[in-house]
């Protein structure tokens, strides 16, 4: 059994919680983090010094990091081609599960703080439009590398469209004018169509919405 300490509404935790849908994997999720807090008692700083969430816990292993977690679980509880053995195969893969969180992930960020994180005083339509230019050409690319799809590794479903897919709903639910990618935006409706992205990923993050 899998314990994941997380609130539902993290982008983070969605990442380890839909992985572990795709896998079959037994799990409690506990409600960590933000309104639930939790997460800076001397207890949970000695599983996670970053008093962060998610942290993850697998018998005697304790993790942190969701994209740690998502190669720790695809390694230890996927197979083929979800997981692919041959480095030469999964690290292309790995290439944009790294992008996702360190460049579509960024590029999300100004437009979650500007409509949704900021109460409505400290929100700026300048980071905003600066924002919105700034995700299209990230999305774009995306969007080429997709192609005719269905999957990031073409044909199969693997680690890597976790990594990519989680922060689709964010992306698509946003109100804001989003670049053409008819290839992303089809991807997105495949994901859409899984039970554990509709599950774990397709998540309201109107609780995370500041007070005005
Ligand atoms: N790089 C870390 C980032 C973890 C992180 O920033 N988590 C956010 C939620 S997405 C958090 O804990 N925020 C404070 C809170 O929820 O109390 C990861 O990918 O796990």
Known sequence: MITVYGRATSSNVQIVMWAI????????????GHSYGKTKTPEYLAMNPNGLVPTVRDGDLV??????????LAARYGAEPF???????????????????????????????HLVRLPKAQRSE?????????????????????????????????????????????????PFQRAETPNLDAYYERLKSRPAYAQHAMVSYEPLRAPD
């Open 21 to 32: 849908g795709e896998l079959g994997l037994e799990y409690e999720r506990l409600d960590y």
């Open 126 to 174: 300048v980071a905003l439009e600066a924002g919105v230019a700034g995700i299209a050409p990230v999305a774009r690319i995306l969007d080429a590398r997709l192609g005719a799809g269905p999957w990031l590794a073409g044909e199969d479903f693997t680690f890597a469209d976790i990594a990519a897919g989680t922060l689709l709903y964010r992306y698509y639910t946003f």
């Open 83 to 113: 997981w692919p053995a041959d480095p030469a195969r999964r690290a292309p893969l790995d290439m944009w599960a790294e992008w996702a969180k360190t460049t579509f992930g960024p590029a999300l960020f100004p437009i979650f703080q």
């Open 63 to 72: 993790l942190w990091e969701s994209g740690a977690v998502l190669r720790y």
